[in-house]
């Protein structure tokens, strides 16, 4: 009887695969950011004309 009254019945679901799909986006630009620190010229790279 109280569950028909309180509004609060939510399906985690959809929220839940939301929260996955987040997390795997950033874990993917934190491994983009990451390579091109590791793979961008340092200084001693640099040719001194």
Avoid: H, P, T
């Avoid at 009887?1 to 399906?11: E, F, G, P």
């Avoid at 929220?15 to 390579?35: D, E, K, R, T, Y």
């Amino acid at each position: 009887m109280i569950s028909n009254l309180i509004a609060l019945v939510y399906d985690w679901s959809m929220g839940v695969i939301m929260i996955g799909v987040f997390a795997l986006v950033c874990i993917i630009l934190i491994g983009v950011l990451v390579n091109f620190m590791a793979s961008g010229k340092k200084r001693d790279d640099i040719q001194e004309d």
